[in-house]
Nanobody, 132 residues
């Protein structure tokens, strides 16, 4: 398992932008490019949902429909950090956002495992609040 620490949450008005960061540590250099990583979010009373996924080896990223064209997931390998750029935020984007990871070995494994139960490393979460 790896250790994940999120940051960057906050309160913004609708239409604004935020960038979340997820600093990763505890992985080996030989497997750093074989992880499935994801940003989940959970609003009060709702199930945890994945919004953006990436394979650290490159070549695959996936977004759920509500955030397509507004969110972008990307990584800085030199900093061992995953990001989520969120633009044109809406009140319905308000939630606790969690970074998660699991050694996946291939992008096919990432694509086949989108639910929260498969991921075994989690950050503590960062709150995003969007006001109308």
């Amino acid at each position: 398992q790896v250790q994940l620490v999120e940051s960057g949450g906050g309160s913004v008005q609708a239409g604004g932008s935020l960038t979340l960061s997820c600093a990763a540590s505890g992985h080996t250099a030989s497997t750093a490019s074989m992880y499935c990583m994801v940003w989940f979010r959970q609003a009060p009373g709702k199930e945890r949902e994945g919004v953006a996924y990436i394979y650290t080896g490159g070549g695959w990223a996936y977004y759920v429909d509500p955030v397509k064209e507004r969110f972008a997931i990307y990584q800085d390998k030199a900093k061992n950090t995953l990001y989520l750029q969120m633009n044109n935020l809406k009140p319905e984007d308000s939630a606790m956002y969690y970074c998660a990871a699991r050694l996946g070995w291939s992008s096919n494994n990432c694509a086949a495992n989108l639910g929260p139960g498969w991921y075994n490393s989690w950050g503590q979460g960062t709150q995003v609040t969007v006001s109308s």
